[in-house]
Nanobody, 121 residues
Framework: QVQLVESGGGLVQPGGSLRLSCAASGRISSIYGMGWYRQAPGKQRELVADITSGGRANYADSGKGRFTISRDNAKNTVSLQIDSLKPEDTAVYYC???????????????WGKGTLVTVST
């Protein structure tokens, strides 16, 4: 009843930029924290950045200075701008959101299915 759908991944050369987007849809009452995680091959999923409903952003050390997270509360979307991409940024990027549905007041975490970012020549 709640879906998160990511878009914007793809193949990019080192030093390039990408903008990932995630749209939440369904029976949504409120969206609290939203964020981006990534999982590289053979590694655990890790936080990249998250943002509160009030717009306060938090970045993992690996993304500080190159990653910019933003959200549009009116559109239920969260975006991640990635600049100066490095090969080690290659991963599946997942959107995450804490949402209450219209049917109850329970805050639950939801994940998108991910979008692949490949940084290579």
């Amino acid at each position: 009843q709640v879906q998160l759908v990511e878009s914007g991944g793809g193949l990019v050369q080192p030093g390039g930029s990408l903008r990932l987007s995630c749209a939440a849809s369904g029976r949504i009452s409120s969206i609290y924290g939203m964020g981006w995680y990534r999982q590289a091959p053979g590694k655990q999923r890790e936080l990249v950045a998250d943002i509160t409903s009030g717009g306060r952003a938090n970045y993992a050390d690996s993304g500080k200075g190159r990653f910019t997270i933003s959200r549009d509360n009116a559109k239920n979307t969260v975006s991640l701008q990635i600049d100066s991409l490095k090969p080690e940024d290659t991963a599946v990027y997942y959107c995450y959101a804490q949402i209450t549905q219209t049917t109850n007041d329970v805050v639950r975490g939801y994940w998108g299915k991910g979008t692949l970012v490949t940084v290579s020549t």
